[in-house]
Every structure is written in C-alpha cells, then in structure tokens.
C-alpha cells in the first residue's frame, strides 16, 4: 500500500519570507500523481499544486513551486514571498495511476504566516 | 454554480442512531467520494462514485453506506453510529473519470458521536 509522510506538523514563517515543507512517499508504482492541497481555517480544501510523475519539470503555481525527486520518492513544496492568507493546513497527496481512485493523504503540516 | 454542498455542517448523534450526511454537486462531474479526516491525519477514503448506479469501496468503508442514484447526489448513510466515527467528513467531485484529476471539496461535516 501506498503511504504519504508529512515529518513536519507544524511550522511557520514571517510573511515575505520563503518557507519549504516536505513529504515523501512510498510505492513501488512507477506512474502516478502528487499533489498538495490547502486547507484554511474556514475547512475548505483548496487544490494548490500538482504534479505528474512522468514529467520531470516541477510544477509551478505563481508563488507555489515543487521540488520533486523520484528517486529519492520526494514531493516537497516551497512557498514564496508568503503571505498571511497562506496560513492553513498543507496536505500532500499521492494516487498511483493504475488505481487513480486510491487517493492517499498525508497528515499534513499547519503552516503559519506571522506578520 | 455551488460547486460541492455538503449539509449539515454539524451534527451530534448518540450511539446507535442513524443518519444520512447529503453532499451534492451542480458541475456534472462523474466522480464522486467521501473521505473522514482524524487529528494526526490526512483524509481518508470512505466510499466513491464513478457513476450513477456504480460505487465501490475506499480504504475505511466499515461502519457507512453509500448509493447513487442521480449525478448530482451522493449521500453517506451510518447506519449505527459509533463513537469511533467522530470525525469531520468531506464529499468530493471531479471531472473525470479517476481522481488524477483536481478534486472539488465541499465544506466538511462534523460529527460527534456521544
């Protein structure tokens, strides 16, 4: 079974400032999908970035970037010139392609922007 | 266009009571999930939809039911309530077929099983 690992519960940055979480996975897939979700106090999960395994150019989202290396089985994402209204829970996510219903989240990471 | 509605926001149920936790979409998506989210954890897959009429099991389906039986509507029933099934409960839709592609969450349940 596939299994997701956040390491980081909590972390927090100055806005303005740049801030890297981490995740890594674990399958023996070769095709499959990552993502990170956002989900602000308000509950709401906000798809923020995703990424294909068959690509090896990171995704880029404005401000969110990837830095994913399969190799190594990471999918980490920073966040640049962080604002307030990122303060939220990071979930990072995994679907292998050959059961792309079999979605798995991690436990995520409670990000905190200080002003 | 609503997107995902998911009612009621909350709700608190005694042990062994049954209820239905409603979760619709206005986007015509085929694809259609319930998910359970725990302290110390990411979501969870209860039950999905790739259809009218079609439904299969997730990673934790003890305990819920589910059915389809239009595009839009995707109820989750607990047939007898378990504390263990505390828990703030999610519905999600998406376009296609599978879930590789972006999921559209409605705004949660939270439950509370005494």
């Known amino acids: 079974a596939q299994t997701v690992t956040q390491s980081q519960p909590e972390m927090s940055v100055q806005e303005a400032e740049t801030v890297t979480l981490s995740c890594t996975y674990d399958?023996?897939?070769?095709?499959?999908?990552l993502f990170w979700y956002k989900q602000p106090p308000s509950r709401q999960m906000i798809l923020v970035i995703r990424?294909?395994?068959?690509?090896?150019q990171n995704a880029t989202e404005n401000r969110f970037s990837v830095n994913f290396q399969k190799a190594a089985k990471s999918f980490s994402l920073k966040i640049s010139d962080s604002q307030l209204g990122d303060t939220a829970m990071y979930f990072c996510?995994?679907?292998?392609?050959?059961?792309?219903?079999?979605?798995?989240f991690g436990a995520g990471t409670r990000l905190t922007v200080k002003p | 266009n609503a997107g995902v509605t998911q009612t009621p926001k909350f709700q608190v149920l005694k042990t062994g009571q049954s209820m239905t936790l409603q979760c619709a979409q206005d986007?015509?998506?085929?694809?259609m999930s319930w998910y359970r989210q725990d302290p110390g954890m990411g979501l969870r897959l209860i039950h999905y939809?790739?259809?009218?009429?079609?439904?299969d099991q997730g990673e934790v389906p003890n305990g819920y039911n589910v059915s389809r039986s239009t595009t839009e509507d995707f109820p989750l029933r607990l047939l007898s309530a378990a504390p263990s099934q505390t828990s703030v409960y999610f519905c999600a839709s998406s376009s296609l077929i599978g879930a590789a592609n972006e999921q559209f969450f409605g705004p949660g349940t939270r439950l509370t099983v005494l």
């Open positions: 990424q294909e395994a068959y690509k090896q």
């Open positions: 399958t023996s897939e070769n095709n499959y999908y």
């Open positions: 986007m015509n998506h085929e694809y």
């Open positions: 939809s790739v259809g009218a009429g079609i439904t």
């Open positions: 996510a995994f679907i292998p392609e050959y059961n792309n219903n079999d979605m798995r």
